[in-house]
């Protein structure tokens, strides 16, 4: 397994039985590593190793001198996942990625990003596309939304055209006219752009002399690298450290927002995807090390600055969480959940948003219960953009209810809060055993989490994944991180369908909880302050 493209941040542990033990690489240049775990099933051991290929390894002269730019961490610790993952949490904010802060505090973060009520997957490439986007829009009609746009292009396969997009399929005016009329409406297109792979077939890449200024090569330094995404096309892998393949990102970026008014830009395929260039004339150590993750930031850094002269509230984002972009790539795309360790969002949840996993088809309540519980950037699924009529299809009012709550109350919480330890939930309760990409997994009926919002109140929020009621029981201890023990007086505040948020008692912190009735695919939301 490499970082950063199997591994997401540089750690691991192993668990059971209440106790683990941590092995984690606190590198604040995010530089390439191979992490293997190997069972060796005859002596019952397991061994764990970690490499870092130096940078310049495949340079002209041998490297003589290294250190680790890092401290390279190990021990014991009793708890689970999120224990690990406060260990990691407590190193990672105080990395360079981090030093802008919270999201909530950056004045380089787009305000309207951090409140966004929802974001849908799209194509504008047509009339009838285009259309479809007003139909999810006016189904839902929250004021501040997204649309990614997977189709404003020549042809469907997007790997194919990469990077020379324009001008768009509808026609440059119409492609500014429905930017312009989603964005009335308060929608943003966040247009698709591949950022690794330039086509060699394009006559910009042969008049610029590409190949020689920016192509990958291998470790032969004559092999180009490239990805063979469609096979009829030579899409040639570009070294992000290379000044053409970041003006040529900056120069698409640029075009995209300024004369055609979109969001900002999505970056497929680049971040995460990691690989050394051996060309030793792009001006970079040759090979290993912080090589991919110092390129790729830089590139983002570009267009970013460039981009936001003309428009501050540009956004941009990426395939794939990479943490070493978390301070010039606002939202990072990532899948639905299939497993019961949020890490990541016990990490990063307050520094970065995660987007994506709900593409054309998915409606089904685990999938889009778990992104907003998890406060995952809530998606629409394109199904309901072929939803004939005006008025909202009854199936779609549970997902309406979530856009709701989370506009009206929990977006302190689950859009840039702060995770904490999840609460823990008891009781009479089917499960529920779904197809995930890993094979199947099972979760229990309700499930719910906990956060901690910037003004130091929390948040307890719990979801029923199925048509019918449940009732259970809860428990939470306030006192952990958020620091309300007993002594602390807090004001109970729900929010549901009905009534909105309503103040509830006064009760004590601690442990905290309660046995709680809910609807079929209803909500169970939760304020706590303290009383002053
Ligand atoms: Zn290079």
């Given at each position: 397994m490499r970082y950063c493209i199997s591994y997401y941040m540089q750690f691991t542990a192993l668990l059971g039985g209440g106790r683990g033990l941590y092995i984690g690489d606190h590198d604040p240049t995010a530089a390439?590593?191979?992490?293997?775990?190997?069972?060796?099933?005859d002596s019952q051991t397991l061994r764990y190793a970690i490499s870092h290929p130096v940078l310049g390894w495949g340079g002209d002269k041998p490297v003589g001198q290294y250190?680790?730019?890092?401290?390279?961490?190990?021990?014991?610790?009793?708890?689970?996942?999120f224990d690990v993952a406060r260990i990691y949490r407590k190193w990672a904010v105080t990395a360079p990625w981090c030093a802008k802060g919270p999201m909530y505090q950056r004045k380089d973060y787009p305000k309207w990003l951090l409140n966004l009520d929802y974001w849908a997957c799209g194509h504008l490439g047509d009339y009838n596309d285009q259309q479809r986007e007003f139909v999810k829009r006016d189904l839902f009609d929250f004021p501040n939304t997204a649309t990614h746009d997977y189709?404003?292009?020549?042809?469907?396969?997007?790997?194919?055209?990469?990077?020379?997009?324009?001008?768009?399929?509808?026609?440059s005016v119409n492609y500014q006219n429905i930017n312009q009329k989603l964005r009335a409406r308060g929608g943003r297109v966040i247009p698709y752009v591949l950022g690794w792979m330039w086509n060699a077939g394009t006559d910009s890449y042969q008049l610029?002399?590409?190949?020689?200024k920016g192509a990958m090569l291998g470790e032969d330094r004559e092999s180009i690298l490239?990805?063979?995404?469609?096979?009829?096309?030579?899409?040639?892998?570009?070294?992000?450290a290379s000044q053409i393949w970041?003006?040529?990102?900056?120069?698409?970026s640029m075009e995209h927002v300024k004369r055609y008014r979109t969001g900002g830009v999505y970056f497929d395929y680049f971040s995460d995807h990691m690989n050394d260039c051996h060309n030793p004339n792009h001006g970079h150590a040759v090979a290993g090390g912080d090589y991919w993750s110092r390129g790729v930031h830089e590139l983002y850094e570009q267009v970013r600055d460039t981009v936001h002269k003309i428009d501050p509230e540009a956004m941009?984002?990426?395939?794939?969480?990479?943490?070493?972009?978390?301070?010039?790539?606002?939202?990072?795309?990532?899948?639905?959940?299939?497993?019961?360790?949020?890490?990541?969002?016990a990490v990063y949840h307050d520094y970065t948003q995660l987007f994506g996993g709900m593409h054309w088809m998915e409606e089904g309540p685990v999938p889009v219960g778990r992104q907003w519980l998890r406060g995952h950037m809530n998606s629409?699924?394109?199904?309901?953009?072929?939803?004939?009529?005006?008025a909202l299809p009854e199936a779609a009012q549970w997902q309406h209810d979530l856009l709701r709550c989370h506009h009206e109350f929990a977006r302190p919480y689950l859009g840039y809060g702060q995770m904490l330890r999840p609460p823990v939930v008891t009781g009479d309760l089917p499960t529920i055993t779904k197809k995930g990409g890993d094979g199947p997994f099972t979760v229990l009926a309700v499930e719910g989490t906990a956060w901690r919002a910037h003004d130091g109140s929390v948040g307890i929020f719990f979801f029923n994944y199925e048509d019918q009621p449940h009732q259970f029981t809860w428990k939470k201890d306030v006192a952990e991180i958020a620091g309300f023990d007993e002594a602390t007086k807090l004001q109970l505040t729900q929010w549901t369908v009905e009534h909105g948020a309503t103040p509830v008692e006064q009760i004590n912190g601690g442990i905290i909880g309660g046995t709680t009735d809910v609807a079929p695919r209803g909500i169970v939301a939760l304020k706590l302050e303290v009383v002053k």
């Open positions: 390439w590593k191979d992490m293997t775990w190997t069972a060796d099933v250190k680790s730019p890092g401290d390279c961490v190990i021990g014991p610790f009793e708890g689970d996942w189709g404003y292009y020549g042809q469907p396969y997007q790997h194919d055209v990469n990077v020379d997009y324009f001008p768009p399929r509808c026609g610029s002399g590409a190949k020689e490239w990805a063979e995404l469609s096979p009829s096309e030579e899409c040639i892998a570009m070294c992000p970041r003006d040529k990102l900056t120069s698409v941009f984002c990426g395939e794939g969480p990479a943490e070493f972009a978390l301070d010039v790539l606002d939202a990072q795309y990532t899948g639905t959940y299939p497993y019961d360790a949020p890490v990541w969002q629409v699924s394109g199904t309901w953009g072929y939803h004939k009529g005006g």
